[in-house]
């Protein structure tokens, strides 16, 4: 399992946490800066998780990509969305030709091409979203907006957590969100309250972004199909192998409302950090085991990690200990 590298860039999900407060879930939206509205990331990974992507959608093609028919043209604005982003970010790594309807896509890292006549399902071996999506280490999920709510009706993911799209497409925003077990001060449901925020403020050229994080005992993503694999493994984690097998998993997610389909695309940028590389930066190690010793036990059923927080937690404490001696 690959993780990250270079921790200048790993997005740790805890830095807005105040010394001695605990960690409580909210509507941490912010509005992207000007200069800052890319979702296409490269960093030390790329390779790797472009590889295991690509394997976990090859391994379960109907359970990790969904879509109806009717999306056809909204995943091919979506494509040239992403398209253009990459060459603009990454002039390095990616290139594009386009020769009327005729685009040809270059990827100089993996030395690959994609040729296609933009518009036309029949020139491309995927579904546009599908093709262009294995080129990128982030997920994708396109909800269309219908009846002042929001439904899944595309959605590439190969690091689930909780969620699959075979599973929920088709859903509203609310139904995929109902276990989030948290109200707002006014006693509006927190899910309720985060999607009339994306239908009010995610406009077209003004993309969002939060955070969101979780943890994984030994597992790149949790989807519901495979709950009988993954489900039996969080009892095999213990206060001695949590630092291996147990992962910080954190999520950029972006928010970008589509110009033409005005549906709102949901970037899902995975990252994973295991439990002994906190060592390696002590103010991080320090927090995180504060915050994930006072998790509240609504919060660790809805994310899934009550069978083995207290080994973690247990873990992080003997090695909060072992780096204080270090460094006295």
């Not at 999506?133 to 269309?144: A, C, K, P, Q, S």
């Not at 899910?191 to 994984?216: D, Q």
């Not at 950029?252 to 990252?271: D, G, H, K, W």
Request: hydrophobic share 35%.
């Amino acid at each position: 399992m690959y993780k990250s590298t270079n921790l200048d860039l790993f997005p740790y999900p805890f830095h807005n946490i105040k010394e001695g407060s605990n960690y409580r879930y909210s509507n941490d939206l912010r509005k992207l800066e000007k200069d800052q509205t890319s979702c296409i990331h490269i960093t030390p990974e790329y390779e790797k998780q472009i590889k295991r992507k690509r394997e976990l959608l090859n391994e379960q093609p109907e359970v990790r990509f969904q879509s109806y028919p009717h999306t056809m043209e909204m995943q091919w604005e979506v494509a040239e969305m992403l398209i253009n982003m990459a060459v603009e970010s990454y002039p390095e790594h990616f290139q594009v030709e386009k020769n009327g309807n005729h685009w040809t896509f270059h990827n100089l890292t993996l030395n690959e091409t994609e040729s296609f006549i933009f518009g036309d399902t029949s020139s491309i071996e995927f579904e546009p979203l599908d093709l262009i999506g294995r080129h990128f280490t982030t997920d994708f999920v396109l909800m269309v907006h219908r009846d002042d709510n929001l439904y899944l009706e595309v959605a590439q993911e190969s690091y689930a957590a909780l969620f699959s799209p075979h599973w929920n497409k088709g859903m509203s925003f609310d139904e995929i969100h109902a276990p989030v077990p948290f109200v707002s001060r006014t006693d509006v449901p927190l899910a309720e309250r985060v999607r009339n925020f994306l239908l009010s403020n995610v406009l077209p050229g003004e993309p969002w972004t939060r955070i969101n994080w979780n943890l994984m005992a030994n597992r790149w993503d949790v989807n519901y199909e495979t709950f009988d694999t993954w489900g039996p493994t969080r009892f095999l984690v213990t206060p001695e192998n949590a630092g291996k097998l147990v992962r910080l998993r954190v999520e950029e997610q972006f928010f970008y409302r589509m110009p033409r389909s005005n549906a709102i695309l949901f970037v899902l940028n995975t990252q994973f950090l295991p439990m002994e590389d906190l060592e390696l930066r002590p103010v991080w190690l320090e927090q995180t085991y504060s915050i994930l010793s006072g998790i509240p036990k609504p919060m660790a059923d809805y994310k899934g990690f009550t069978p083995f927080i207290e080994p973690t937690v247990e873990y992080l404490k003997n090695l909060v200990e072992k780096v204080k001696l270090q460094t006295n």
